[in-house]
């Protein structure tokens, strides 16, 4: 079964930007959708970007305009650039690809593979 592993977070100020990237290892995974969740303390995990099998992709509104999910390779294959930082994007960051009946923002998920998740500070 794939494994995730995310890198690229870290302590920035206000205004800045990261890029998140999604390793992968172990067997090749069939899946409909991947994308990005967080979860920061005392608050629910939510979906923030997701990416088809057909490159359509989906955001969750506080990230419009900021984020950008992209697909990359096997060993690499999701990245997020996240630009313009706000205090309450600081959370965890995981990937995970899934599969769905619905959209892949909405939809019910099922065949979940995750990592373990990078964690991204924003400071005013």
């Known amino acids: 079964q794939v494994q995730f592993v995310e890198s690229g977070g870290g302590s920035v100020q206000a205004g800045g930007s990261l890029r998140l990237s999604c390793g992968a290892s172990?067997?090749?995974?069939?899946?409909?959708?991947m994308g990005w969740f967080r979860q920061a303390p005392g608050k629910e995990r939510e979906g923030v970007a997701f990416?088809?099998?057909?490159?359509?992709?989906w955001y969750t509104a506080s990230v419009k305009g900021r984020f950008t999910i992209s697909k990359g390779n096997v060993k690499n294959p999701l990245y997020l650039q996240l630009n313009d930082l706000k205090p309450e994007d600081t959370a965890t960051y995981y990937c995970?690809?899934?599969?769905?009946?619905?959209?892949?923002?909405?939809?019910?998920?099922?065949?979940?593979?995750w990592g373990q998740g990078t964690q991204v500070t924003v400071s005013s």
């Open positions: 995970a690809a899934f599969n769905t009946i619905g959209n892949c923002g909405t939809g019910g998920r099922f065949r979940e593979v």
């Open positions: 990416i088809d099998s057909d490159d359509k992709t």
């Open positions: 172990g067997v090749t995974y069939s899946r409909n959708c």
